[in-house]
């Protein structure tokens, strides 16, 4: 069936690793600035795919998506994302100021953060859009202006907090349309749901099409997140819902459902299901101290598994090995990469250099120098 959209919907590919999986990386002592980048050792570059960028096909994604992206691709795999930045921070660790650069150096983006007396952020200057301002009321409300620049763009953001938690959050675009989310909480503080306020409605346009859009002033009100958890208030179910494709294009279905299943401390098994395709299944291994140590996607029978990831540690607790196997698109035969990663640290105890061998041939170099006050 053909459907006109007065919207555009892009999706944002996300990756299943978590946090909690692979060790977080570490920063001692009272840090004043970090420059941070990789050196590809040979003639091995990021992974380029629709055209040449050097941040790799999908371009420069944003300060923290970057960073992200960089580090689960260096921790879980053979290949190596591109990093290469500056940040400056004050005595409370707050970033004053961003800079990011492409592989000659040269600035591809700059933002700079100010704070009032007591590190709340009021202005966030973006180089190339523009300028986001907070204000704050002593009653837990925040109201943040967004002016775009480069686009003459206007848009307007309020929250309401409270005892800490957002319950309230509307946006009004440059032409006044609001959206608005409101969230609701358990009694040990976890989200339980979250209600929208969709000012997007579909309508029907003749036989065999449906327009999506501001089609009147009231709009569509729906749970478009609900979350369940066990008696330790950990989460075992998540869902999403939107208004999509159902018969009539008029009620909420559901678009992601999440569940987690755990063996005493530890998520063992985590399944994920969009609304269409096949459910896919993470697995889950950890050592005797809890750490991970295997990890299996995207069969629920390991042994069927098409990527796996093997983990080994150093005394103080860094990944030094990873084990790395995936089934090659072309024979459909499993792969195995031997991974290596090798430590210099500085007198703070903060690692300074890593070096990424694959296969017995150092490829990458991440490294970063630190500054402290």
């Not at 979250?194 to 009231?218: A, E």
């Not at 999509?244 to 909420?252: G, I, Q, R, V």
């Not at 295997?294 to 069927?304: F, G, H, R």
Request: aromatic share 18%.
């Amino acid at each position: 069936m053909k459907k006109n959209y007065t919207i555009i919907f892009i999706l944002f590919l996300t990756s299943f690793y978590y946090s909690q999986n692979v060790p977080k990386d570490s920063l001692y002592g009272n840090i004043r600035k970090i420059r941070e980048k990789v050196l590809f050792l040979t003639k091995k570059e990021n992974p380029q795919l629709l055209y040449y960028d050097d941040y790799g096909h999908s371009g420069f994604m944003g300060p923290e998506s970057t960073k992200v992206r960089f580090f689960d691709t260096w921790f879980s795999s053979e290949i190596c994302y591109y990093i290469n930045n500056e940040r400056y921070f004050n005595k409370d660790r707050k970033i004053t100021h961003d800079i990011w650069y492409g592989k000659n150096d040269s600035i591809r983006k700059s933002y700079q953060f100010v704070y009032d007396d007591t590190n709340r952020l009021i202005r966030k200057i973006d180089s190339s859009l523009g300028i986001e301002t907070h204000y704050y009321s002593n009653y837990g409300d925040e109201n943040i202006i967004s002016e775009n620049l480069k686009y003459h763009l206007f848009s307007h953001t309020y929250k309401k907090y409270r005892d800490g938690k957002l319950i309230l959050s509307k946006n009004f675009d440059n032409n006044g349309t609001a959206y608005e989310h409101k969230y609701a909480y358990n009694l040990n503080g976890k989200l339980s749901y979250r209600i929208y306020k969709n000012p997007n409605t579909w309508k029907k346009i003749d036989k065999r099409s449906f327009s999506y859009g501001i089609q009147d002033s009231i709009g569509k009100i729906y749970k478009d997140i609900i979350n369940f958890y066990d008696d330790r208030n950990r989460i075992i179910e998540s869902c999403s819902y939107d208004l999509y494709e159902d018969e009539k294009h008029e009620n909420p279905v559901i678009t992601t459902r999440i569940q987690y299943i755990y063996l005493g401390n530890n998520l063992i098994t985590k399944i994920q299901k969009y609304k269409e395709g096949p459910a896919s299944y993470y697995n889950y291994r950890y050592d005797d101290i809890d750490r991970l140590k295997e990890k299996y996607c995207c069969s629920k029978n390991i042994d069927e598994a098409k990527l796996i990831y093997k983990y080994h540690y150093q005394r103080d607790g860094k990944i030094d090995r990873l084990e790395y196997t995936e089934e090659d698109f072309p024979t459909k035969k499993m792969k195995t990469y031997k991974v290596l990663f090798s430590y210099r640290y500085d007198i703070n105890k903060n690692w300074i250099e890593i070096i990424k061998n694959v296969n017995g041939k150092d490829l990458y170099k991440w490294t970063r120098e630190i500054d402290y006050y």
